[in-house]
C-alpha cells in the first residue's frame, strides 16, 4: 500500500461518518457517538497527515504551496469542530455547521485526491510512499 491508497482509504472512512452524521436530530446518543468519532477522525488523520505526507512536501518547490494550503483546510476544520462543540446537539445552529464541516471536509478530500496527490506521486520515489503509507498507517492505528 501507498500512502495514497492509505489516506484515501480515511477519507472514505470520514466521507461515511460525515454523511451518517448530518441525518442524525436532535441530542440524541447516536448524534453524540458519530460527532465524538467524526471529531476524533478528523483529528487523528489531520495530525497524521501533516506529520507524515505535508511535512515530507513542505521542502519540495512545486508542493511547498499546496502542502501550506491543505494545512490551513486542517485549522478550518479544527474551527468548525470546535463551534459544534461550543453549540447545543438539539439546537437548530448545530446542524447547520455539521453540513458547513461536511462541506468543508468533502472539498478538502477532493482536493488532496484529485490536484495534491498527482503532484505529490511525481515528487515521491515509489520506495518513499511505501514508507510514508507505513508510518501513516502505524500513526493512525496507535491515535484512534
Given at each position: ?7 484515501r ?15 442524525t ?18 483529528e ?13 512536501l ?6 511547498q ?10 485549522h ?5 469542530i ?32 484529485h490536484k ?24 493512525m492505528?496507535?491515535n484512534?
Open positions: 500500500m501507498n500512502i495514497f491508497e492509505a489516506i482509504k480515511d477519507h472514505d472512512t470520514q466521507r461515511d461518518l460525515l454523511k451518517k452524521l448530518v441525518e436530530s436532535g441530542d440524541t446518543k447516536k448524534r453524540d457517538e458519530l460527532f465524538k468519532a467524526v471529531k476524533n477522525e478528523l487523528v488523520h489531520a495530525d497524521a497527515e501533516e506529520r507524515h505526507f505535508y511535512k515530507p513542505i521542502s519540495n518547490d512545486m508542493m504551496e499546496k502542502a501550506r494550503h491543505g494545512i490551513a483546510e486542517h478550518e476544520i479544527d474551527e468548525l470546535e463551534q459544534l462543540e461550543e453549540t447545543d446537539y438539539d439546537s437548530s445552529a448545530w446542524l447547520k455547521i455539521a453540513k458547513d464541516l461536511k462541506e468543508k471536509v468533502e472539498h478538502h478530500l477532493d482536493d488532496e485526491e495534491f496527490f498527482q503532484l505529490a506521486g511525481k515528487v515521491f520515489s515509489e520506495t518513499k510512499k511505501q514508507s510514508l503509507a507505513k508510518d501513516y498507517i502505524e500513526y492505528k496507535s484512534i
